[in-house]
DNA sequence: AATGAATGAGTGTTCATTCAT
DNA sequence: AATGAATGAACACTCATTCAT
């Protein structure tokens, strides 16, 4: 009744993520997760009162988590492009290590339910992103356009990584992409 | 047998194209599809003996008509950068002025039960993209790689600038974003 | 493929009569009405889009034979009294020769969720009732009001007999119930 | 353990009255008139062992306050006749005035779970009815039946006029049509 | 080839009721 | 007495797919 409070919506949650992620939004009926969560049907609407809110639960429960993974330690480097070029590396790693996680929520992005929600706050969770990118934009071509858009533009080459090394299945030299495509858009960027 | 052979066929994938882009792949039974293509729900089992690939065929057919419209008139361009900068511009365009079977797209490749399809193919599918490309990559950071992973890296800032146009609803200026995110890109790759 | 075209249906709708009638909308899944009929779940659906149009054709379905049955032979009578005395007698035999039947359409005359539907046409069904009654009302005291008023307010008795001879169970006098019940009325409507 | 005795239980049956009243048996889950009562879930059914025990302490609670209003004040006329019809259009307007709680009792009655109830007991509640309607029945043909057969049949119209009157919507004469109702009845009964 | 009636497993969700605290 | 989390059997309804005609 004190500290472990959640306990079952937590378990429910977390088996909602392991599923929705190994079987898709569509795949995973509510049942399922209530069952291997070990709790009964109703406990589960209990806790989440529509099977989309346990996915919007689930969404943003994994991209805080991302968020806050990838910049995580980010504030050690010295000059803006090393901490850029971390970063970079942080969020490609992440990805790759979690295969599943990542592609649940670029599933969840694509939804045609959910382009409804409030426009993406990536930026909130991931404050030494949000720095480093500020820092960088105002010398660029990209000077003015509003801090998502650029965000989005700049950042997106991550995730081509990202897929391409997933797909490969590790024959790709994920070190040299990771760099090469870090270069093309730093040198984009900053070069005159 | 001849003429008029693929009459139904070709109106159920019309159809499936049409309302998979209206409203998602779950969203749409298949006897909705039927309905509204002006068959019977047994005759579109007759040509396609599954819903998923049915799924699979809207999507080969759009993916087909972007690739053709986009590349279409590419060859015009004297140099290099100006069949790339014609292209990007293209995709975008194509992009902004196509949302629901651009997302439909996105949605498509995002999903789980498509990863374990044959290999992206979309290269095949725009031969003046594949040539502008490759004549490119041999001089950049990204030499060796493969030719889809490095297509795909540097494509990736177009999906980026369409779903900011898309969502942005017209207020941001397209042409300076369209210029603004090839610039970067290209400068990235050539720059010394 | 021709004459017994809608026996499945005609099936769920008999079903649906005796259980409904037998147990109650609510007390009665559609599921049961489907298995009963021997007919799967599904074609109930085929049939009846909603469970509630389900309930309103039943109902309708009983009020139609009720009306039908109770009309029948009313014309033979010479004097308009003749004729109402029979009517009288016939729709009092008749609930209390189908009570079930009679209480379910009581049952849904009481129904919170009915009360939107279109106004009663009960006369329609019943045009030896219609014109016996009009007959009298123009020299009553209920002159000038509208035939379904002045309808319902005469016949209400009839209902009280009916339901007070199925709750005795036998040990009241039905002649003389239903023989006072409709002097009453009748020297009501006429006597100076 | 006196004074608040029935605090809770009695909130929860008045928030039942109304709930019911409001939107049927089956439309008002029992969770929903807890939170509106203010008190847990198993605090309903700490009082109420059954959702229809709490149904059936609703109805006739309902039912008493009825009789009570209905037969308040009519002990001040001087014939019987005038005791009548002030019982005759009070009940009417009570009706008329309380569609919801009308309504309910007659679903009520007409419910199929209900009719294993111990037999009505409205004449107990409503002494003053019960002795105007002895009085008036020893002299007319239904001399000898069962005083609430008697009386059901009797007041039927009432039902009647009322449900034209909520029906109506106010565009008939309720006045006239209350009168004409009583002068039939009345007239039917004492008429030579 | 074409139909569309028929199927029945499956889905999200509800709700009366129980019980540990 | 009071709570409210937990339960799990039900339920209305959907839909991909089959098959007799």
Redesign the pocket.
Known sequence: ?TGERN???AAIAATAVRLFTERG????????I?REA??????????F????E?INSTYYEIKSRMAEEIGRGGDAERTNRERMRRLWRSAVLWGVDHPDEYMFVQQFCSSPFVRRLPPEEFLKDAPAVYEALTETLGTTCLKGMPVEVAFSVITSPIDAVVRSLIESGGDLDADRLIAASFEIVWRGLTEE
Do not use: R
């Open positions: 009744m306990e079952k919506k939004f569509h795949g995973t009926p509510t049942s399922l209530a070990g709790v009964s049907n109703g406990t589960l609407f209990h806790y009162p529509t099977k989309e346990l």
